[in-house]
């Protein structure tokens, strides 16, 4: 059977698919791209290729993983490989100004949003916004800069101190507060052009709030929710949601070509629903696994081999979602 190469730089988020893909009994590889070379006169092995690059690589040191994943997945696909979240997707999970672009045009609604490059127009741009407004990081992440601001002195102190935290593509998004009515936001996950569960993150504590990465700060994965500690009972499965918005988030994937994706909403008290972000190297929590009965490593490495069964038996060219 064709090999499944998982493109990584997180050595603490792969355990779980390492043991979904031995359950499912294909042979894989890990590529961890930190640090290498390519020789772009050879060809790539053949295989199904996994990216789960993610947007906080840097956070990890990792300041050259974004770059070299460009570059491995241009070389994969030019060589017409199948690609879970291949190179046009790669940017989707490293701009949310590509994120918004591509949802506003889909017709989702949206967050009204400004990216401000570099700090020159910070302070201008944020009086054109409503109060309450939040800031964060374009190429963001685990809540990367993310902080709302009741007061524009409130902004102007902290675009002044020490607190501010440069994005490191230089790009700050100035958005709209969206007040989540019930308390809390929703995530819908998606693998493989199936809807698997929804899941809802409680907002009453915070703005880090990725289901594997609530642990956002320097302490690293020991506070994970994954495993117990302050996080737990942040995230809920959200039982019975059947919504059209499902739908329409699975069309948006196979529109994108996005094989694996969680893309999260937040509903508000005057009926709208505003989607926000898509994080194409989701992270799945246990304690909703648990509850929904489904597991998200599970049917990603359901979804790869078979796609690996289905290049060895012909039947794929090119990317694949
Ligand atoms: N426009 C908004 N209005 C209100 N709350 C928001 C808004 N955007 C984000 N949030 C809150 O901040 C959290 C983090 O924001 P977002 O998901 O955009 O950042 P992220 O860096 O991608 O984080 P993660 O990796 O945790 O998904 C959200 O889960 C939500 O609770
Ligand atoms: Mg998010």
Not at 162 to 167: C, M, Q, V
Not at 210 to 227: I, N, Q
Request: proline share 5%.
């Amino acid at each position: 059977m064709s090999t499944i190469f998982v493109i990584h730089e997180n050595d603490d988020w792969l355990p779980p698919f390492a043991e979904a893909l031995d359950a499912e009994g294909v042979p894989w590889e890990d590529w961890s791209l930190v640090e290498g070379s390519l020789d772009l006169g050879a060809a790539p092995p053949e295989g199904v290729f996994y990216s789960r690059m993610s947007a906080s690589s840097h956070t990890r040191g990792h300041v050259a993983s974004k770059d070299y994943t460009r570059s491995v997945l241009s070389w994969l696909e030019s060589h017409g490989r199948t690609v879970v979240n291949g190179r046009r997707v790669l940017e989707l999970e490293m701009s949310k100004v590509d994120q918004h672009a591509a949802l506003r045009a889909f017709g989702f609604d949206v967050p009204h949003t400004v990216a401000v490059i570099g700090r020159r127009d910070l302070r201008e741009r944020a009086r054109g916004m409503d109060l309450p407004f939040i800031t964060k990081h374009n190429q963001g992440g685990k809540g990367l800069g993310v902080r709302r601001f009741d007061r524009y002195s409130d902004f102007d102190d902290h675009i002044d101190g020490p607190d501010f935290e440069h994005p490191v593509d230089g790009i700050t998004l100035l958005q709209e507060y969206v007040h989540p009515a019930a308390g809390y936001i929703t995530r819908v996950e998606i693998v493989g052009g199936e809807f698997l569960y929804a899941l809802t993150a409680d907002t009453g504590s915070g703005f880090e709030l990725c289901p594997a990465d609530e642990c956002a700060d320097d302490s690293g994965f020991e506070l994970c929710p994954t495993d117990a500690g302050p996080a737990k009972g942040l995230f809920h499965w959200r039982e019975g949601f059947d919504d059209p918005l499902v739908g329409r988030y699975l069309e948006f994937c196979r529109f994108w070509d996005i094989g694996v994706a969680g893309i999260e909403f937040i509903e508000t008290a005057e009926g709208r629903r505003v989607t926000y972000d898509i994080n194409t190297n989701t992270n799945y929590n246990p304690v909703v696994e648990q509850e929904a009965g489904r597991s998200g490593p599970a049917a990603v490495a359901r979804h790869l081999a078979t796609l690996a069964r289905r290049l060895d038996a012909g039947q794929l060219a090119g990317s694949a979602g």
